[in-house]
Nanobody, 122 residues
Framework: QVQLVESGGGLVQAGGSLRLSCAASGHTFSSYAMGWFRQAPGKEREFVAAINRSGGSTVYTDSVRGRFTISRDNAKNIAYLQMNSLKPEDTAVYYC???????????????WGQGTQVTVSS
């Protein structure tokens, strides 16, 4: 069992930056790939980024590649999402998830956090 708690969301102006954190409980954090997803009002949850268990491989959705960076610290049981050059269309609730595969599809992830709100003003 893994429990995930996101933090770091907030209100930021367009062009600004935020760093989201996902703290995981338990001693098996390094056994899981980590993903970040987001859901805007009235829209389906969408994939943002994922990182493999060691942190050596990452994948991004096209709309954030070059602006967002996913990383992890297995010693601290934390995954991060550094978000730069934020745009109003990045506004959403952001969720972290843990799963066995570094995947883009939400159904492959077993554990989810409660989400953190990111609002980007124009």
């Amino acid at each position: 069992q893994v429990q995930l708690v996101e933090s770091g969301g907030g209100l930021v102006q367009a062009g600004g930056s935020l760093r989201l954190s996902c703290a995981a409980s338990g001693h098996t954090f390094s056994s899981y790939a980590m993903g970040w997803f987001r859901q805007a009002p009235g829209k389906e949850r969408e994939f943002v980024a994922a990182i493999n268990r060691s942190g050596g491989s990452t994948v991004y959705t096209d709309s954030v590649r070059g602006r967002f960076t996913i990383s992890r610290d297995n010693a601290k049981n934390i995954a991060y999402l550094q978000m730069n050059s934020l745009k109003p269309e990045d506004t959403a609730v952001y969720y972290c998830a843990a799963g066995r595969l570094t995947a883009r599809t939400s159904r492959t992830y077993d554990y989810w956090g409660q989400g953190t709100q990111v609002t980007v003003s124009s």
